[in-house]
């Protein structure tokens, strides 16, 4: 397992964009896929985007495909979720995860969140 620390949140107004960051520990996390999950207040959580451990294609939720881009940098053992054209409805706290293949992201590690706030 790897461990998993966001950051980047925020508070942005509508049309602003961010770019959130996740640091992961141990040698192996090019092993892993990468996901970005999100929970806004009184919703379940959400899956937004991945990337596998290779890269590769990514996979996004329809409603941030071409406003959100994630990637990853293994050299680094980090992880991005660049976020632009911000709308009030992506308000939530954002979630690193990662997984090996195969697996479910529920198994996997997952960061402890951080906080997006998106004004109108």
């Known amino acids: 397992q790897v461990q998993l620390v966001e950051s980047g949140g925020g508070l942005v107004q509508a049309g602003g964009s961010l770019r959130l960051s996740c640091a992961a520990s141990g040698r192996t996390f090019s092993s892993y896929g990468v996901g970005w999950f999100r929970q806004a207040p009184g919703k379940e959580r959400e899956f937004v985007a991945s990337i596998r451990y290779s890269g590769g294609e990514p996979y996004y939720k329809d409603s941030v495909k071409g406003r959100f881009t994630i990637s990853r940098d293994n050299a680094k053992n980090m992880a991005y979720l660049q976020m632009t054209s911000l709308k009030p409805e992506d308000t939530a706290v954002y979630y690193c995860?990662?997984?090996?293949?195969?697996?479910?992201?529920?198994?996997?590690?997952w960061g402890q969140g951080t906080q997006v706030t998106v004004s109108a």
């Open positions: 995860a990662a997984k090996m293949a195969g697996s479910a992201w529920s198994s996997g590690s």
